[in-house]
């Protein structure tokens, strides 16, 4: 499934496209007293989505399959991937309506409802995923089907809103005839959102697609459980941009210019408060982190395998993301060595970095339980190494092979 997120991360960002771009428009017409045409933005919104729902769709079951090949997959996981897009590209349209819609409520200021939206989505999700993956065996198949159904769910919530008698905006198909002085400038709005989303999901198309030649799929999964982290950590963000949008948009279509000032120096103060407490956690409390130290050396380790970083920058870099306390540069000069010490060319650097991340998360009385008698010695090879002597790191890894020591990358015996 990891290997869809790029795909899946598109479709989202056309949702953006037109509801983070239409919705802030709604609103300022409504600062200026004009719900008319606001109404018309929805309507011209809600058509754009059910065209590019359809485009959408079509591309995804058609070039499905050179598109995951290409963001990724391999030939072990292609299987599983096509299960899962062949079946969540049916849900494209629930997905656009979903995310695109739910802006113009919020944009309202119906939030409760907006986070309504939201949840019955995702507690719909946590429910069904293991009725259809565990209780009818269908797997992965029902991890995209239950995905689907969720959205499905939201989506209904949303339109029926729309359509309802509290909303302010409603849905109307006479506010559904194309306009372009309504459209395209709520397109240019969204523009910078498609583009921010569309370009994460080309660095995660990148990454993937050395993440596989270097590593293989566990090193795929590896890099999407850290993004997936990496995107909790940032969704209060981008809840606060949220919240904040249909506050700055409506007083700036009221004219009311202290009220938007007041809202981004707010918006600003809250965002800065939040980084801060966050880089002091990963700072204060680095072990707290130290379960992703796995995942880190698996990417650090394909990584130097392709010989086109030092050793010593990617160690700190580590070091910074995991808070490891135990000196990385040992440990990845114990795997390299005692790779070298089973003997074989050409063997498993991978598994090797593997078994060092799994020493940097053990406790340091397991980790001089398990040492090998000959410690100090591999010790003083790696200080060597790393002080740029003949053949050290600091002269590039592909000359480690050139040394005297006749380090070889093999798996451990």
């Not at 037109?18 to 018309?40: C, H, L, Q, T, Y």
């Not at 008698?165 to 910078?192: D, E, N, Q, V, Y």
């Not at 090797?352 to 040492?371: H, I, P, W």
Request: glycine share 12%; with cysteine; net charge negative.
């Amino acid at each position: 499934v990891g290997v869809c997120l790029p795909l899946i991360m598109i479709v989202s960002a056309f949702a953006a496209l037109v509801g983070n771009g239409g919705a802030p428009r709604a609103s300022i017409f409504m600062g200026k007293g004009d719900n008319e045409s606001a109404e018309r933005t929805l309507g011209n919104c809600f058509v754009a989505q059910l065209v590019i729902s359809v485009l959408l769709t079509a591309v995804l079951l058609v070039w499905n399959e050179e598109l995951l090949m290409a963001f990724g997959a391999s030939e072990n996981t292609i299987g599983y991937a096509l299960d899962y897009m062949n079946i969540y590209a049916l849900g494209t349209i629930f997905v656009q309506l979903t995310l695109g819609l739910n802006a113009f409520i919020t944009a309202q200021g119906f939030t409760k409802t907006g986070m309504l939206s939201v949840l019955i989505g995702a507690v719909a999700n946590i429910v069904l995923d293991p009725v259809f993956i565990f209780g009818f065996g269908m797997g992965v198949r029902g991890a995209a089907l239950a995905t689907v159904l969720s959205q499905a769910l939201s989506c209904v919530w949303v339109v029926s809103f729309l359509l309802g008698r509290k909303t302010i905006w409603k849905l109307r198909t006479s506010c559904m005839r194309f306009r372009p002085k309504l459209l395209f400038p709520s397109l240019a709005l969204g523009l910078s959102t498609f583009i921010m989303q569309a370009s994460e999901s080309i660095i995660t198309v990148c990454f993937n697609a050395s993440l596989q030649r270097y590593g293989g799929d566990i090193a795929v999964g590896a890099m999407t459980i850290l993004s997936s982290v990496m995107q909790f950590a940032m969704l209060p963000m981008q809840g606060l941009g949220q919240g904040a949008q249909p506050i700055i948009s409506y007083n700036y279509g009221a004219k009311n210019t202290q009220r938007v000032k007041k809202t981004f120096k707010l918006l600003l103060f809250s965002s800065l408060c939040y980084s801060v407490l966050l880089w002091a956690c990963v700072q204060l409390f680095p072990r707290a982190f130290k379960e992703g130290a796995h995942a880190v050396h698996i990417a650090v380790a394909l990584l130097l395998s392709d010989g086109a970083r030092r050793v010593d920058e990617l160690v700190a870099v580590a070091e910074e993301l995991v808070g490891a306390v135990e000196p990385l540069h040992k440990v990845f000069g114990r795997a390299l060595i005692r790779g070298g010490k089973g003997g074989g060319e050409g063997g498993d650097l991978f598994l090797d970095f593997r078994m060092s991340g799994k020493a940097c998360c053990s406790s340091q009385e397991q980790q001089d339980e398990d040492a090998d008698d000959d410690d100090d010695s591999v010790d003083e090879i790696v200080e060597e190494q790393l002080a740029g002597g003949p053949g050290g790191f600091g002269d590039g890894f592909g000359s480690i092979g050139q040394q005297q020591k006749d380090v070889h990358f093999s798996s451990p015996p």
